[in-house]
């Protein structure tokens, strides 16, 4: 079956960079576009950014632009988030999920991982 | 961006009862929006995409319905694990956004 494990997470500090891994099984990695999105401790969802299944197209939501950066390698089969001057804001469980269909362009998101908390704390 | 408004916020059923969740965008989607449910401690599942099409293993129960601005979760008659937090998310655009959540509670 599909699985996403996420890794990375922890306690870092304001200003500082931190990079969180998602390995894939169960499907073909290469084939679907990946995302990032976070929930805040008691919020919504909010997706964080996205690559498509060839990584020629990435995606950011405002509030990360410029300061987070998506990546994957397809023999791998991992998912990367490069995440740069964090602030308090940034603290979250981060999920990755796969694309619900292959595509350029925006699809629902099917599964998710069970998620790895970063903490943004001096 | 495209905001989605989900009402009510909180919704108090019993077990049995039918769940009638609505989610609103500021500019039409045609049909692509999709539903997921959230219990604590636990990833999002996807529960229907593109308006009306369950997941899979999604029990019937669960139907969406609506186009352009206005979509509908319903759930036909609650089970006790049918309790959790529901959230919309449409595809029509990047940036993807979610609604802020309805909260269905016994």
């Known amino acids: 079956q599909v699985q996403l494990v996420e890794s990375g997470g922890g306690v870092v500090q304001p200003g500082k960079s931190v990079t969180l891994s998602c390995a894939a099984s169960?499907?073909?990695?290469?084939?679907?576009?990946m995302h990032w999105l976070r929930q805040a401790p008691g919020k919504g969802l909010e997706w964080v950014a996205g690559i498509s299944f060839d990584g020629n197209n990435r995606y950011y939501g405002d509030s990360v632009k410029g300061r987070f950066t998506i990546s994957r390698d397809n023999s791998k089969k991992t998912l990367n988030l490069q995440m740069h001057s964090l602030t308090a804001e940034d603290s979250a469980v981060y999920f990755c999920?796969?694309?619900?269909?292959?595509?350029?362009?925006?699809?629902?998101?099917?599964?998710w991982g069970q998620g790895t908390l970063v903490t943004v704390s001096s | 961006e495209i905001v989605l408004t989900q009402s009510p916020a909180t919704l108090s059923l019993s077990p049995g009862e039918r769940a009638t969740l609505s989610c609103r965008a500021s500019?039409?989607?045609?049909?692509?929006l999709a539903w997921y449910q959230q219990k604590p401690g636990q990833a999002p599942r996807l529960l229907i995409y593109d308006t009306s099409n369950r997941a899979t293993g999604i029990p019937a129960r669960f139907s969406g319905s609506g186009s352009g601005t206005d979509f509908t979760l319903t759930i036909r008659s609650l089970e006790p694990e049918d309790f959790a937090v529901y959230y919309c998310?449409?595809?029509?655009?990047?940036?993807?956004?979610f609604g802020q959540g309805t909260r269905l509670e016994i």
């Open positions: 999920a796969k694309d619900g269909v292959r595509s350029y362009h925006p699809t629902w998101f099917d599964p």
């Open positions: 500019q039409s989607i045609s049909t692509y």
């Open positions: 169960g499907f073909v990695f290469s084939n679907f576009g």
């Open positions: 998310q449409h595809r029509s655009s990047w940036p993807v956004t």
